[in-house]
Protein backbone atom coordinates (compact mmCIF):
# COMPACT_ATOMS: atom_id res chain seq x y z
CA UNK A 1 0.00 0.00 0.00
CA UNK A 2 1.51 3.34 -0.88
CA UNK A 3 2.22 5.74 1.92
CA UNK A 4 -0.69 7.94 0.64
CA UNK A 5 -2.85 5.14 1.24
CA UNK A 6 -1.36 3.74 4.43
CA UNK A 7 -2.11 7.74 5.68
CA UNK A 8 -5.37 7.82 4.89
CA UNK A 9 -6.47 4.47 6.06
CA UNK A 10 -4.86 5.73 9.52
CA UNK A 11 -7.35 8.68 9.24
CA UNK A 12 -10.06 6.69 8.12
CA UNK A 13 -9.46 4.24 11.20
CA UNK A 14 -9.55 7.21 13.25
CA UNK A 15 -12.85 7.96 12.36
CA UNK A 16 -14.08 4.95 12.67
CA UNK A 17 -13.26 4.98 16.61
CA UNK A 18 -14.98 8.47 17.04
CA UNK A 19 -17.80 7.22 15.91
CA UNK A 20 -19.91 7.91 18.88
CA UNK A 21 -17.67 10.59 20.20
CA UNK A 22 -17.58 14.27 19.87
CA UNK A 23 -16.33 15.13 16.03
CA UNK A 24 -16.04 18.52 14.84
CA UNK A 25 -14.80 19.87 10.97
CA UNK A 26 -12.91 22.78 10.66
CA UNK A 27 -12.10 23.79 7.21
CA UNK A 28 -10.32 26.57 5.10
CA UNK A 29 -12.87 29.37 4.15
CA UNK A 30 -12.26 28.97 -0.09
CA UNK A 31 -13.51 27.41 -2.27
CA UNK A 32 -11.50 24.30 -2.11
CA UNK A 33 -12.04 24.24 1.59
CA UNK A 34 -15.64 24.60 1.15
CA UNK A 35 -15.26 21.28 -1.29
CA UNK A 36 -13.02 19.71 1.36
CA UNK A 37 -15.25 20.33 4.17
CA UNK A 38 -18.59 18.99 2.28
CA UNK A 39 -16.41 15.69 0.72
CA UNK A 40 -15.39 15.04 4.36
CA UNK A 41 -18.96 15.89 5.89
CA UNK A 42 -21.32 13.64 3.55
CA UNK A 43 -18.17 10.74 4.03
CA UNK A 44 -19.22 11.34 8.18
CA UNK A 45 -22.95 11.41 7.18
CA UNK A 46 -22.67 8.04 5.77
CA UNK A 47 -21.12 6.31 8.16
CA UNK A 48 -23.61 7.79 10.42
CA UNK A 49 -21.37 10.29 12.68
CA UNK A 50 -22.66 13.15 14.07
CA UNK A 51 -20.41 16.28 13.60
CA UNK A 52 -19.78 20.06 13.52
CA UNK A 53 -18.57 21.92 10.47
CA UNK A 54 -17.13 25.42 11.01
CA UNK A 55 -15.14 27.57 8.70
CA UNK A 56 -12.17 29.89 9.28
CA UNK A 57 -9.64 31.69 7.11
CA UNK A 58 -6.44 31.26 8.78
CA UNK A 59 -5.22 29.48 12.30
CA UNK A 60 -3.71 32.85 13.37
CA UNK A 61 -2.44 32.51 16.78
CA UNK A 62 -5.73 34.24 18.05
CA UNK A 63 -8.39 32.10 16.20
CA UNK A 64 -6.87 29.21 17.42
CA UNK A 65 -7.18 30.88 21.42
CA UNK A 66 -10.78 31.04 20.39
CA UNK A 67 -11.30 27.05 19.36
CA UNK A 68 -11.77 24.57 21.91
CA UNK A 69 -10.75 21.08 20.86
CA UNK A 70 -13.68 17.92 20.16
CA UNK A 71 -13.04 14.72 20.82
CA UNK A 72 -12.03 14.39 17.03
CA UNK A 73 -11.05 17.50 15.38
CA UNK A 74 -10.44 17.25 11.23
CA UNK A 75 -8.74 20.01 9.96
CA UNK A 76 -9.70 19.84 6.10
CA UNK A 77 -7.45 22.69 3.21
CA UNK A 78 -5.78 23.92 6.35
CA UNK A 79 -3.66 22.99 9.63
CA UNK A 80 -0.09 22.27 7.89
CA UNK A 81 0.93 25.38 7.52
CA UNK A 82 0.32 26.83 11.09
CA UNK A 83 1.23 24.00 13.33
CA UNK A 84 3.04 25.50 15.64
CA UNK A 85 -0.07 27.79 16.80
CA UNK A 86 -2.23 24.36 16.65
CA UNK A 87 -0.19 22.59 18.39
CA UNK A 88 -0.23 25.35 21.71
CA UNK A 89 -4.03 24.21 21.97
CA UNK A 90 -4.45 20.80 20.50
CA UNK A 91 -1.39 18.97 21.23
CA UNK A 92 -2.55 16.17 23.10
CA UNK A 93 -5.85 15.88 21.33
CA UNK A 94 -6.86 13.68 18.70
CA UNK A 95 -6.47 15.41 15.54
CA UNK A 96 -6.37 14.68 11.68
CA UNK A 97 -5.16 17.04 9.37
CA UNK A 98 -5.74 16.82 5.72
CA UNK A 99 -3.97 19.64 4.13
CA UNK A 100 -1.98 20.46 0.79
CA UNK A 101 0.03 23.54 2.24
CA UNK A 102 3.48 23.83 2.85
CA UNK A 103 3.75 21.74 6.37
CA UNK A 104 5.36 23.73 9.70
CA UNK A 105 7.63 21.05 11.25
CA UNK A 106 8.34 20.22 14.00
CA UNK A 107 5.46 21.21 16.42
CA UNK A 108 3.53 17.46 15.63
CA UNK A 109 2.25 15.44 19.19
CA UNK A 110 1.24 11.56 19.35
CA UNK A 111 -2.69 11.87 18.46
CA UNK A 112 -2.04 13.46 15.13
CA UNK A 113 -2.73 11.88 11.72
CA UNK A 114 -1.11 14.33 9.49
CA UNK A 115 -2.61 13.77 5.96
CA UNK A 116 -0.12 16.08 3.72
CA UNK A 117 0.83 16.04 0.30
CA UNK A 118 4.09 17.42 0.88
CA UNK A 119 5.37 15.21 3.11
CA UNK A 120 4.94 12.17 1.02
CA UNK A 121 6.58 13.61 -1.34
CA UNK A 122 3.54 15.21 -3.85
CA UNK A 123 3.44 18.67 -5.08
CA UNK A 124 0.70 20.04 -3.07
CA UNK A 125 0.69 23.57 -4.72
CA UNK A 126 0.17 21.78 -8.53
CA UNK A 127 -1.04 18.02 -8.43
CA UNK A 128 -3.78 18.00 -5.32
CA UNK A 129 -6.21 20.17 -3.23
CA UNK A 130 -7.07 19.91 -0.06
CA UNK A 131 -10.68 19.19 -0.94
CA UNK A 132 -8.61 15.86 -2.94
CA UNK A 133 -6.85 14.89 0.44
CA UNK A 134 -9.95 15.02 1.93
CA UNK A 135 -11.30 12.55 -0.76
CA UNK A 136 -8.70 9.96 -0.07
CA UNK A 137 -9.51 9.87 3.29
CA UNK A 138 -12.97 9.62 2.48
CA UNK A 139 -12.60 6.67 0.01
CA UNK A 140 -10.54 4.93 2.23
CA UNK A 141 -13.43 5.03 4.62
CA UNK A 142 -15.66 3.04 1.72
CA UNK A 143 -15.47 2.41 -1.09
CA UNK A 144 -18.57 4.09 -2.30
CA UNK A 145 -17.14 7.35 -1.17
CA UNK A 146 -15.62 7.23 -4.88
CA UNK A 147 -18.75 9.45 -6.05
CA UNK A 148 -17.40 12.41 -3.63
CA UNK A 149 -14.54 12.49 -6.70
CA UNK A 150 -16.26 15.46 -8.79
CA UNK A 151 -16.50 17.08 -5.39
CA UNK A 152 -12.95 16.84 -4.69
CA UNK A 153 -12.46 18.11 -8.69
CA UNK A 154 -13.91 21.12 -7.91
CA UNK A 155 -11.74 22.12 -5.21
CA UNK A 156 -9.01 21.76 -7.28
CA UNK A 157 -10.68 23.75 -9.85
CA UNK A 158 -11.49 26.36 -6.86
CA UNK A 159 -7.39 25.89 -6.02
CA UNK A 160 -6.53 27.13 -9.79
CA UNK A 161 -4.51 23.94 -10.00
CA UNK A 162 -5.19 24.11 -13.67
CA UNK A 163 -3.80 26.77 -14.59
CA UNK A 164 -1.11 25.27 -16.45
CA UNK A 165 -4.32 24.54 -18.73
CA UNK A 166 -4.90 20.79 -17.81
CA UNK A 167 -4.74 18.88 -14.08
CA UNK A 168 -1.26 16.74 -12.98
CA UNK A 169 -0.35 14.50 -10.52
CA UNK A 170 -2.86 13.05 -8.58
CA UNK A 171 -5.22 15.42 -9.33
CA UNK A 172 -5.97 13.43 -12.62
CA UNK A 173 -6.32 10.21 -10.29
CA UNK A 174 -8.88 12.08 -8.71
CA UNK A 175 -10.68 13.46 -12.42
CA UNK A 176 -10.27 9.59 -13.37
CA UNK A 177 -12.72 8.71 -10.47
CA UNK A 178 -15.05 11.47 -11.58
CA UNK A 179 -15.11 10.30 -15.05
CA UNK A 180 -15.48 6.35 -14.20
CA UNK A 181 -17.99 7.02 -11.87
CA UNK A 182 -19.84 9.15 -14.62
CA UNK A 183 -20.45 12.21 -12.86
CA UNK A 184 -17.71 14.13 -15.06
CA UNK A 185 -16.96 15.19 -18.49
CA UNK A 186 -13.74 15.48 -19.65
CA UNK A 187 -13.42 18.09 -22.55
CA UNK A 188 -10.49 20.08 -24.94
CA UNK A 189 -12.45 23.40 -24.98
CA UNK A 190 -12.61 27.44 -25.30
CA UNK A 191 -11.92 28.97 -21.46
CA UNK A 192 -14.98 30.98 -21.86
CA UNK A 193 -16.86 31.23 -18.25
CA UNK A 194 -20.10 30.43 -18.24
CA UNK A 195 -19.51 27.56 -21.46
CA UNK A 196 -23.17 26.24 -19.73
CA UNK A 197 -24.93 28.81 -18.31
CA UNK A 198 -24.49 32.60 -20.36
CA UNK A 199 -25.22 33.42 -24.12
CA UNK A 200 -21.98 33.14 -26.03
CA UNK A 201 -21.76 36.92 -27.10
CA UNK A 202 -21.78 37.45 -22.65
CA UNK A 203 -19.46 34.92 -22.23
CA UNK A 204 -16.99 36.60 -24.61
CA UNK A 205 -17.60 40.01 -23.61
CA UNK A 206 -16.40 38.98 -20.35
CA UNK A 207 -13.33 36.78 -21.22
CA UNK A 208 -10.40 39.28 -20.13
CA UNK A 209 -7.58 37.63 -19.46
CA UNK A 210 -5.97 38.28 -21.78
CA UNK A 211 -8.07 41.14 -23.07
CA UNK A 212 -9.09 40.15 -26.45
CA UNK A 213 -9.51 43.85 -28.08
CA UNK A 214 -13.11 44.43 -29.65
CA UNK A 215 -14.47 41.85 -27.66
CA UNK A 216 -13.64 42.01 -24.10
CA UNK A 217 -15.67 44.56 -22.59
CA UNK A 218 -17.59 45.24 -25.76
CA UNK A 219 -21.09 43.70 -26.52
CA UNK A 220 -21.54 45.00 -29.93
CA UNK A 221 -17.86 43.80 -31.16
CA UNK A 222 -19.04 40.45 -29.56
CA UNK A 223 -22.50 40.34 -31.67
CA UNK A 224 -20.19 41.63 -34.96
CA UNK A 225 -17.49 39.59 -34.61
CA UNK A 226 -19.55 36.31 -34.81
CA UNK A 227 -21.43 37.97 -37.55
CA UNK A 228 -18.28 38.11 -39.64
CA UNK A 229 -17.42 34.55 -38.51
CA UNK A 230 -20.72 33.18 -39.71
CA UNK A 231 -21.67 32.14 -35.90
CA UNK A 232 -25.36 32.32 -35.31
CA UNK A 233 -26.44 34.53 -32.06
CA UNK A 234 -29.31 32.47 -31.53
CA UNK A 235 -30.85 29.14 -32.67
CA UNK A 236 -34.70 29.26 -32.65
CA UNK A 237 -35.18 32.48 -30.13
CA UNK A 238 -32.84 30.97 -27.86
CA UNK A 239 -29.26 32.53 -27.38
CA UNK A 240 -26.73 29.80 -28.02
CA UNK A 241 -23.71 29.17 -25.58
CA UNK A 242 -20.54 28.15 -26.34
CA UNK A 243 -21.45 24.26 -25.60
CA UNK A 244 -24.06 24.47 -28.70
CA UNK A 245 -21.14 25.40 -30.82
CA UNK A 246 -19.96 22.58 -33.50
CA UNK A 247 -16.41 22.35 -33.59
CA UNK A 248 -15.98 23.94 -36.50
CA UNK A 249 -17.13 26.91 -34.82
CA UNK A 250 -15.31 26.57 -32.04
CA UNK A 251 -12.19 26.08 -34.50
CA UNK A 252 -13.02 29.47 -36.21
CA UNK A 253 -13.77 31.12 -32.89
CA UNK A 254 -10.62 30.36 -31.34
CA UNK A 255 -8.60 31.26 -34.43
CA UNK A 256 -10.04 34.48 -34.92
CA UNK A 257 -9.68 35.17 -30.82
CA UNK A 258 -6.17 34.00 -30.64
CA UNK A 259 -5.23 36.66 -33.69
CA UNK A 260 -6.71 39.44 -32.26
CA UNK A 261 -4.62 38.88 -29.02
CA UNK A 262 -1.17 38.80 -31.02
CA UNK A 263 -2.40 42.14 -32.12
CA UNK A 264 -1.80 43.66 -27.91
CA UNK A 265 -0.03 41.44 -26.33
CA UNK A 266 3.62 42.08 -25.43
CA UNK A 267 5.48 40.22 -27.56
CA UNK A 268 7.96 37.82 -25.05
CA UNK A 269 3.86 36.63 -24.34
CA UNK A 270 2.75 36.24 -27.35
CA UNK A 271 3.88 32.20 -27.19
CA UNK A 272 1.58 31.22 -24.16
CA UNK A 273 -2.20 33.10 -25.86
CA UNK A 274 -2.95 29.35 -27.17
CA UNK A 275 -2.54 28.05 -24.02
CA UNK A 276 -4.90 30.62 -22.18
CA UNK A 277 -7.68 30.18 -25.09
CA UNK A 278 -8.09 26.51 -25.23
CA UNK A 279 -7.40 24.00 -22.43
CA UNK A 280 -9.21 20.80 -20.45
CA UNK A 281 -12.99 21.98 -18.86
CA UNK A 282 -15.41 19.88 -17.06
CA UNK A 283 -18.76 19.28 -16.93
CA UNK A 284 -20.63 17.56 -13.93
CA UNK A 285 -23.08 14.95 -16.22
CA UNK A 286 -25.67 14.78 -13.26
CA UNK A 287 -26.50 19.42 -13.21
CA UNK A 288 -28.77 20.92 -14.78
CA UNK A 289 -27.65 21.89 -18.27
CA UNK A 290 -28.00 25.24 -18.14
CA UNK A 291 -27.03 25.63 -14.23
CA UNK A 292 -24.17 27.19 -12.81
CA UNK A 293 -23.18 24.89 -11.47
CA UNK A 294 -22.55 22.73 -14.43
CA UNK A 295 -19.13 24.06 -15.28
CA UNK A 296 -16.80 22.47 -12.56
CA UNK A 297 -15.00 25.66 -12.18
CA UNK A 298 -17.83 27.81 -12.84
CA UNK A 299 -19.06 25.42 -9.59
CA UNK A 300 -15.91 26.23 -7.39
CA UNK A 301 -16.73 30.10 -8.27
CA UNK A 302 -20.04 29.74 -6.75
CA UNK A 303 -18.15 28.11 -3.52
CA UNK A 304 -15.84 30.75 -3.72
CA UNK A 305 -18.37 33.74 -3.36
CA UNK A 306 -20.33 31.70 -0.63
CA UNK A 307 -16.72 31.72 1.44
CA UNK A 308 -15.88 35.33 0.00
CA UNK A 309 -19.41 36.75 1.80
CA UNK A 310 -18.69 34.72 4.66
CA UNK A 311 -21.62 31.93 3.97
CA UNK A 312 -19.44 29.14 3.31
CA UNK A 313 -22.55 27.16 4.98
CA UNK A 314 -24.33 27.63 1.64
CA UNK A 315 -21.63 26.53 -0.18
CA UNK A 316 -21.47 23.92 2.10
CA UNK A 317 -25.05 22.43 1.52
CA UNK A 318 -24.94 22.75 -2.34
CA UNK A 319 -21.61 20.86 -2.60
CA UNK A 320 -23.48 18.39 -0.39
CA UNK A 321 -26.29 18.14 -2.79
CA UNK A 322 -28.78 21.05 -1.93
CA UNK A 323 -30.47 22.63 -4.78
CA UNK A 324 -33.62 23.95 -2.35
CA UNK A 325 -33.21 26.74 0.08
CA UNK A 326 -29.14 27.00 0.29
CA UNK A 327 -29.12 26.70 -3.87
CA UNK A 328 -31.46 29.66 -4.18
CA UNK A 329 -29.88 31.84 -1.15
CA UNK A 330 -26.47 30.77 -2.42
CA UNK A 331 -27.97 32.60 -6.15
CA UNK A 332 -28.97 35.32 -4.25
CA UNK A 333 -25.41 36.04 -2.84
CA UNK A 334 -24.47 35.80 -6.09
CA UNK A 335 -26.25 38.75 -7.27
CA UNK A 336 -25.60 40.36 -4.58
CA UNK A 337 -21.95 39.48 -5.17
CA UNK A 338 -22.20 41.06 -9.14
CA UNK A 339 -23.25 44.54 -7.70
CA UNK A 340 -20.42 44.62 -5.14
CA UNK A 341 -18.23 44.32 -8.02
CA UNK A 342 -19.67 46.82 -9.91
CA UNK A 343 -19.54 49.08 -7.72
CA UNK A 344 -15.84 48.23 -6.72
CA UNK A 345 -15.12 49.13 -9.76
CA UNK A 346 -16.91 52.69 -9.84
CA UNK A 347 -14.19 53.16 -6.87
CA UNK A 348 -11.40 52.01 -9.03
CA UNK A 349 -12.42 54.03 -11.93
CA UNK A 350 -12.99 57.56 -10.06
CA UNK A 351 -9.47 57.04 -8.10
CA UNK A 352 -7.46 55.34 -10.52
CA UNK A 353 -4.51 53.24 -10.19
CA UNK A 354 -1.27 54.13 -8.12
CA UNK A 355 1.82 52.40 -9.44
CA UNK A 356 5.01 50.93 -7.56
CA UNK A 357 8.45 52.67 -7.58
CA UNK A 358 10.05 51.04 -10.77
CA UNK A 359 6.81 51.81 -12.55
CA UNK A 360 5.70 47.68 -12.86
CA UNK A 361 3.40 47.19 -10.19
CA UNK A 362 -0.07 48.85 -10.50
CA UNK A 363 -2.36 49.08 -7.41
CA UNK A 364 -5.52 50.38 -5.36
CA UNK A 365 -5.92 51.36 -1.87
CA UNK A 366 -10.59 50.74 -1.08
CA UNK A 367 -9.86 51.33 2.54
CA UNK A 368 -13.46 52.17 3.29
CA UNK A 369 -15.27 50.88 0.43
CA UNK A 370 -15.28 47.06 0.60
CA UNK A 371 -14.98 44.70 3.43
CA UNK A 372 -11.57 43.44 3.71
CA UNK A 373 -12.81 39.83 2.75
CA UNK A 374 -13.91 41.58 -0.68
CA UNK A 375 -10.82 42.74 -2.10
CA UNK A 376 -9.71 39.42 -3.60
CA UNK A 377 -12.56 39.53 -5.44
CA UNK A 378 -12.42 43.30 -6.77
CA UNK A 379 -8.65 42.74 -7.58
CA UNK A 380 -8.91 40.28 -10.03
CA UNK A 381 -11.97 42.13 -12.07
CA UNK A 382 -10.10 45.25 -11.72
CA UNK A 383 -7.27 42.95 -13.71
CA UNK A 384 -9.33 43.27 -16.67
CA UNK A 385 -10.91 46.12 -16.48
CA UNK A 386 -10.16 48.84 -19.13
CA UNK A 387 -8.16 51.37 -16.82
CA UNK A 388 -5.65 48.64 -15.38
CA UNK A 389 -2.78 47.36 -17.51
CA UNK A 390 -3.68 43.85 -17.92
CA UNK A 391 -0.42 42.77 -18.58
CA UNK A 392 1.32 43.91 -15.20
CA UNK A 393 0.89 42.46 -11.52
CA UNK A 394 -1.80 44.57 -9.67
CA UNK A 395 -2.80 44.45 -6.03
CA UNK A 396 -5.71 45.65 -4.16
CA UNK A 397 -5.46 46.86 0.07
CA UNK A 398 -7.92 47.41 2.57
CA UNK A 399 -6.24 49.45 5.47
CA UNK A 400 -7.88 49.05 8.87
CA UNK A 401 -6.51 49.03 12.73
CA UNK A 402 -3.38 49.85 11.68
CA UNK A 403 -2.89 46.06 9.54
CA UNK A 404 -3.14 46.11 5.44
CA UNK A 405 -5.08 43.41 3.84
CA UNK A 406 -3.52 42.94 0.76
CA UNK A 407 -4.63 41.03 -2.37
CA UNK A 408 -2.64 40.24 -5.53
CA UNK A 409 -3.45 39.24 -8.93
CA UNK A 410 -1.77 38.95 -12.00
CA UNK A 411 -2.59 37.66 -15.93
CA UNK A 412 -2.30 33.75 -16.93
CA UNK A 413 0.32 34.74 -19.33
CA UNK A 414 2.70 36.24 -16.48
CA UNK A 415 2.66 32.89 -14.49
CA UNK A 416 3.12 30.90 -17.70
CA UNK A 417 6.18 32.77 -18.54
CA UNK A 418 7.59 32.49 -14.81
CA UNK A 419 6.53 35.08 -12.90
CA UNK A 420 4.74 33.36 -9.30
CA UNK A 421 3.21 36.03 -6.97
CA UNK A 422 2.54 33.51 -4.33
CA UNK A 423 5.82 32.76 -4.10
CA UNK A 424 7.10 36.97 -4.30
CA UNK A 425 4.32 37.69 -2.11
CA UNK A 426 5.38 35.32 0.69
CA UNK A 427 9.09 36.74 0.68
CA UNK A 428 7.87 40.45 0.99
CA UNK A 429 5.30 40.11 3.54
CA UNK A 430 7.89 38.09 5.39
CA UNK A 431 10.47 40.92 5.46
CA UNK A 432 8.27 43.42 6.82
CA UNK A 433 7.18 41.11 9.47
CA UNK A 434 3.98 39.88 8.13
CA UNK A 435 2.58 36.91 6.46
CA UNK A 436 1.53 36.21 3.02
CA UNK A 437 0.87 33.34 0.58
CA UNK A 438 -1.45 31.69 -1.97
CA UNK A 439 -1.31 30.64 -5.47
CA UNK A 440 1.16 32.07 -8.79
CA UNK A 441 -1.45 33.82 -10.08
CA UNK A 442 -3.38 34.88 -6.98
CA UNK A 443 -2.05 35.47 -3.11
CA UNK A 444 -2.79 37.46 -0.55
CA UNK A 445 -0.84 39.05 2.29
CA UNK A 446 -1.56 40.78 5.51
CA UNK A 447 1.10 42.83 7.10
CA UNK A 448 1.22 45.98 9.18
CA UNK A 449 0.06 49.41 7.53
CA UNK A 450 3.18 51.63 8.35
CA UNK A 451 5.21 49.29 6.46
CA UNK A 452 3.02 49.33 3.23
CA UNK A 453 5.58 51.01 1.32
CA UNK A 454 8.63 48.99 1.68
CA UNK A 455 6.53 46.00 1.19
CA UNK A 456 5.16 47.35 -2.11
CA UNK A 457 8.74 48.03 -3.12
CA UNK A 458 9.95 44.76 -2.01
CA UNK A 459 6.97 42.83 -3.80
CA UNK A 460 7.74 44.48 -6.74
CA UNK A 461 11.34 43.97 -6.96
CA UNK A 462 11.28 39.64 -6.25
CA UNK A 463 8.78 40.01 -9.31
CA UNK A 464 10.90 41.48 -11.20
CA UNK A 465 13.61 39.37 -10.67
CA UNK A 466 11.65 36.33 -11.12
CA UNK A 467 10.79 37.11 -14.60
CA UNK A 468 14.48 38.30 -15.42
CA UNK A 469 15.54 34.79 -14.61
CA UNK A 470 13.27 33.75 -17.16
MN1 LIG B 1 -6.64 24.63 -0.84
Not at 301 to 324: F, I, M, W, Y
Not at 330 to 342: F, N
Request: hydrophobic share 40%; net charge negative; aromatic share 8%.
Amino acid sequence: MSLLRRIANRAAQTIRDFRNREVEVISHMDADGVAAAAVISLALDREGIEHRVKFVRMLYREVVEDLEPAELTIFTDLGSSQLENLSRKYSGHHVIIADHHLPDAGFEWPELVHFNAHRMGIDGMQDISGAGMAYFIARELSGKNKDLASIALVGALGDVQNAWGSLTGLNTEIASDAIEMGLVKKEHDLLLYGRHSRPLFKALENFNDPPIPGVSGSPAGCVSMLKQLDIPLKSGDRWRRLVDLSLAEKQKLASELIARIFLTVPPELASYVPRSIMGEVYSLTQEEDNSLLKDAEEFATCLNSTARHEQPVLGLEVAKGDRGVYYRAMLRLIRYHRRQIAQGLEFIESTGLSEGPRKYLQYFDATGVIKETFVGTLTSMALGYQYSNPFRPIVGLVRSDGVAKISARCSKLLFLRGLNMGLAIREAAKKVGGEGGGHAVACGAQIEEKFLPEFLSKFEEIMLNQLAQH
